[in-house]
C-alpha cells in the first residue's frame, strides 16, 4: 500500500498476556516512530529507528516494552506482562532521512488490557 | 517537552477562514515549524511545514514571523470536515537529532455551520 499500516487495528488482551504490534511503514522511509495516546490525551513519543537502530528509546515507559526493526522495514512493538494502564492507541509514522520532510501516520492499533 | 503554546480551543463559521496561532519563542535557527491535525479516531494528518518562508499548500498557508517566535496556519474556507485537534511542533534538525515530533495539546478546531 501506499501509506504506513499498521495491525492489528484493535487488540483485546488479559493483564499479564504478552501482546505484539506492528508496522509497515512506507517503502523507502528510513526514519520510524512509535507513539502512544491514551484516551483523551495527546500523543507520547515511545521510540525512534534510523534504518534498523534505535538510537532513541527514550519514551519507553518501562522495561516491559521493547521493539525491533529487521531489514530496514517492518516494526514490531513488543509489550509483555501488559497491565490495564497500557490501554491506549498505539501509532506508528515513517519518514524519510532528514527532519524537512514530513513523517506520515498509520491509523494505529487501539490495544485494550482487561 | 512540547516547545509550542496555542490555544485550548477555537470556533470558526463554516466558509470562512480558520486562523490558528502559535508560539514557539524559544526556537532555534535550524528547526521546522510542523502543523499536522487529528480527527477523532484517526492517525494525525499532515498539513504544512516551513523554516522562515511563507508556505502555501493544497491545504493550507503558514505564515511565520520574521523573528520566527509565532507562526499563524491558515485553512482559506474551513468546511465542516476540518474540524479536529490542531497541533503546531518544532522539529528540530541536525544530523545528531532525531527528528521525532513532540506533540503538546493542540487547538480543538470546532467549524460551525
Known amino acids: 500500500g501506499a501509506g504506513v499500516s499498521q495491525s492489528p487495528s484493535n487488540k483485546v488482551t488479559e493483564k499479564g498476556k504478552d501482546v505484539e504490534l506492528r508496522c509497515d511503514p512506507i517503502s523507502g522511509h528510513t526514519a520510524l516512530y512509535w507513539y502512544r495516546q491514551s484516551l483523551g490525551q495527546g500523543l507520547e513519543f515511545l521510540i525512534y529507528f534510523q534504518g534498523n537502530s534505535a538510537p532513541d528509546k527514550s519514551g519507553l515507559p518501562s522495561d516491559r516494552f521493547s521493539a525491533e526493526r529487521t531489514g530496514g522495514s517492518v516494526s514490531t512493538l513488543t509489550i509483555q506482562r501488559t497491565q490495564q494502564e497500557d490501554s491506549a492507541v498505539y501509532l506508528c509514522a515513517s519518514s524519510l532521512a532528514g527532519t524537512a520532510t514530513e513523517a506520515f501516520f498509520g491509523q494505529g492499533t487501539r490495544l485494550t488490557v482487561v | 517537552d512540547a516547545k509550542t503554546t496555542q490555544p485550548t480551543s477555537m470556533d470558526c463559521a463554516e466558509g470562512r477562514a480558520a486562523n490558528l496561532p502559535c508560539n514557539h519563542s524559544t526556537i532555534s535557527g535550524n528547526e521546522y515549524v510542523y502543523w499536522y491535525r487529528q480527527i477523532h479516531s484517526q492517525g494525525p494528518q499532515y498539513i504544512i511545514h516551513g523554516l522562515k518562508n511563507n508556505e502555501t499548500n493544497e491545504m493550507a498557508s503558514l505564515i511565520i514571523t520574521e523573528d520566527r517566535k509565532s507562526s499563524t496556519l491558515i485553512l482559506p474556507h474551513a468546511t465542516l470536515r476540518d474540524t479536529a485537534v490542531y497541533y503546531c511542533?518544532?522539529?528540530?534538525?541536525?544530523?545528531?537529532?532525531?527528528?521525532?515530533?513532540?506533540f503538546g495539546q493542540g487547538t480543538t478546531l470546532q467549524v460551525k455551520p
Open positions: 511542533i518544532v522539529r528540530s534538525a541536525g544530523s545528531s537529532n532525531t527528528g521525532k515530533l513532540i
